[in-house]
């Protein structure tokens, strides 16, 4: 059973639009949502995260948006640059206070920015 | 300062044959864990560390796998027995547990190929 659904499957955005990439969750124990980037060969990057407290949070061009009552969150990317090409990945974790547990990871985004 | 660093970067082995994989967590991050990434399947966990201590290993497939950790520091994950199905890219991420900090990090990876 994926704990963390994500959508869409692929996306293709223009240089300069806004990409934007949606997840839900179902387990109200979590409490902390990542998103990380991962380029062909590498490993996941962590991009930016949120807690549930606050309903977004920017940096730079990147921005979460958090809906708690509906259980999603969403990555939107201001000013898409073709740099920006890249799978994402939202994530759940649940472990407030001490030591954070394993990530649930939804199905992933390929990102394509065209030039 | 170092990342997340994990060997050998990519493993053929041949089916049958017993394989280890080697993680080595950013210095002073007490908290390590393995993923699996294949097409299929996604990013799945495996299993996590505490210390040299594993409270959670729900997400190992089989007995044919196993892991360690030592002296809080270097993991290694062991298949052992190997199939086919186990051909994917392991994941290491490494995090700390105090200090508000959450955020796990993780490695390049090991493309393991099981012909």
């Known amino acids: 059973q994926q704990q963390v659904k994500q959508s869409p499957q692929s996306l293709i955005v223009q240089k300069g639009g806004i990409s934007i990439i949606n997840c839900a969750y179902e387990?109200?124990?979590?409490?902390?949502f990542p998103w990380y980037q991962q380029f062909p060969g590498k490993g996941p990057a962590l991009l930016i995260a949120?807690?549930?407290?606050?309903s977004e949070k920017k940096e730079g061009r990147f921005t979460i948006s958090f809906n708690k009552s509906a259980k999603q969150f969403s990555l939107h990317i201001m000013d898409s640059q073709p740099g920006d090409s890249a799978t994402y990945f939202c994530?759940?974790?649940?472990?407030?206070?001490?030591?954070?547990?394993?990530?649930?990871f939804g199905r992933g985004t390929q990102l394509t920015v065209w030039p | 300062g170092a990342g997340v660093s994990q060997s050998p970067s990519n493993k053929v082995t041949e089916k049958g044959k017993d394989v280890e994989l080697r993680c080595d967590p950013i210095?002073?991050?007490?908290?390590l864990y393995w993923y699996r990434q294949s097409l299929g399947q996604g990013l799945e966990f495996l299993i996590y560390?505490?210390?040299?201590?594993?409270?959670?290993k729900s997400g190992l497939p089989s007995d044919r796998f196993s892991a360690e950790r030592t002296g809080g520091s270097v993991s290694t994950l062991t298949i052992q027995r190997t199939q086919q199905e186990d051909s994917a890219v392991y994941l290491c991420?490494?995090?700390?547990?105090?200090?508000?900090?959450?955020?796990?990090?993780f490695g390049p990876g090991t493309r393991l190929t099981v012909t």
């Open positions: 994530a759940a974790s649940k472990g407030r206070g001490s030591t954070l547990g394993r990530l649930y």
């Open positions: 210095s002073g991050h007490t908290a």
């Open positions: 560390f505490q210390g040299n201590s594993a409270p959670d």
């Open positions: 991420a490494s995090s700390y547990t105090s200090g508000g900090s959450y955020e796990q990090y």
């Open positions: 387990n109200t124990a979590f409490d902390y």
């Open positions: 949120i807690r549930p407290d606050v």
